[in-house]
């Protein structure tokens, strides 16, 4: 575990979306770095012309259990009123 004053600690603070980022070398880079419950699904519409299927994730290098954190279970814990 890195101590409290490290960079990495700070990063595992926040909460990353995958934002069009499905590749698996990407997405194992982030989990390594902040780990699986920080990362959420994010997709950039409506900013971004075609949304990017959701089910692009599951081909990214999550376990089943990581797979549904990332698509919405990481996401309900800092937005509770949506459960």
């Known amino acids: 575990m890195p101590e409290k004053n490290s960079k990495i600690y700070h990063l595992r603070r926040f909460y990353y ?24 699904c994010g997709t950039d519409f409506p900013f971004v012309p075609t949304q990017v299927p959701v089910g692009g994730l599951s081909k990214s290098g ?3 259990d990581e797979f549904r954190g990332v698509e919405l279970e990481n996401a309900l814990r800092f937005l509770p009123t949506w459960k």
């Not at 979306?17 to 959420?40: E, H, R, Y």
Request: net charge negative; aromatic share 4%.
């Open 62 to 64: 999550f376990t089943a």
């Open 17 to 40: 979306d995958t934002a069009l980022t499905l590749d698996p070398i990407t997405m194992t880079a982030l989990k390594t770095l902040v780990g699986p419950s920080q990362i959420v």
